[in-house]
């Protein structure tokens, strides 16, 4: 027999959690019935196959270290379960494919594999246990990021090279990012900075910067007709500067005790409609009008389509700050 429980996970990132487990018999298994009975295994360093399933005996897990075996574990179960939440309850959707139905995550992939990825082919997300085996790449931005490819696939499906591979990268930026502040996680605040808590640049900074993407030192601010031509962890930066101007505006501000400057590209002002409604439009944007193929420009266009059916068509203040939020990033 099985029963549906409630673990306690030491993350490492997120402190301590509640985990959706499942009793069977008198083990417990990291297996979420409430949502789509995601589960989360263990790859043993392994680098193929599904791996074992994480099983305890007393539904405590995780120690809070990323040396300790289950502790990868906590944060990638306690990762997808926050975007599982987030989908269903700020994007009305039902897992990934709208279907109920969960991925599932593998942790300990490989030996000091500084990555984490999503492979739609096993519908599944993968984490490398960084360098040095202490700092796992499952920090709640990044596990929102690699569930979003799932979504990506299942919706616009952008191609993931060229313009469209940075709408693809920039969309699970955004919603990673989103994720991070839905869950409102004492631990990790949510910021507009990603891989901020997994020291993957070994000084503390984190991996990319959505107010300014320059600042990493490769990702680009604003469009240019070559944009196509950079890695698509590049050209990202381009809608993630684009979201964080719409969301917050231009200039300094401080948010969550974190600061940020963001700069136009045009030497204009834009003023920022919120988190809440750039999300929405995102969202919409992605699953009504774009497709594999949407570039920039057209993201452009995609993105006034979605501000226009969410929010009082096309002199409404949210289609106006698209607008603007584009062409502050050199999209026109
Ligand atoms: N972490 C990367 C990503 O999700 C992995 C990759 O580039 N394959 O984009
Ligand atoms: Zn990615
Ligand atoms: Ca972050």
């Not at 989103?178 to 997994?198: C, H, M, P, T, W």
């Not at 420009?297 to 106006?320: D, H, N, V």
Request: glycine share 12%; aromatic share 10%.
């Amino acid at each position: 027999w099985q029963a549906v429980k409630t673990g306690t996970g030491n993350s490492e990132y997120s402190g301590k959690v509640t985990l959706g487990t499942t009793l069977s018999g008198s083990t417990y298994q990291l297996s979420d019935a409430a949502r789509g009975a995601h589960k989360t295994y263990n790859l043993n360093h392994g680098t193929s196959g599904k791996g074992t399933l994480f099983t305890d005996a007393d539904d405590v897990w995780g120690n809070g270290v990323g040396t300790q075996v289950q502790t990868a574990a906590v944060d990638a179960h306690y990762g997808a379960a926050q975007t599982w939440d987030f989908y269903k309850n700020v994007l009305k959707r039902n897992g990934i494919k709208n279907n109920g139905v969960a991925s599932y995550s593998r942790v300990h992939y490989g030996n000091s594999y500084v990555n984490a990825f999503w492979d739609d082919s096993c519908f599944c997300m993968t984490y490398g246990d960084g360098s040095g085996n202490a700092a796992p790449l499952t920090a709640l931005d990044v596990a929102g990021h690699e569930m979003s490819h799932g979504l990506t696939a299942a919706t616009a499906n952008l191609n993931y090279s060229g313009e469209s591979g940075g709408l693809n990268e920039a969309t699970s930026d955004i919603f990673g990012t989103a994720v991070e502040f839905y869950s409102s996680n004492a631990s990790d605040v949510g910021d507009y900075l990603i891989g901020e808590k997994i020291n993957i640049n070994g000084d503390g900074t984190p991996l990319r910067y959505m107010d300014k993407p320059s600042k990493d030192g490769g990702s680009l601010d604003a469009w240019k007709s070559t944009a196509g031509n950079v890695d698509v962890h590049y050209s990202s930066g381009i809608a993630n500067h684009f979201f964080y101007l719409l969301s917050e505006g231009s200039g300094a501000k401080v948010i969550n005790g974190v600061s940020y400057n963001s700069p136009t590209s045009n030497g204009s002002t834009v003023t920022g409609i919120g988190r809440d409604k750039a999300i929405q439009i995102w969202y919409k944007a992605l699953t009504t009008y774009m497709t594999s193929t949407t570039n920039y420009k057209a993201a452009r266009t995609a993105t006034l389509s979605a501000a226009s059916a969410l929010y009082g068509g096309t002199t409404g203040a949210e289609y106006k700050a698209v607008a603007a939020a584009w062409s502050a990033v050199n999209v026109s």
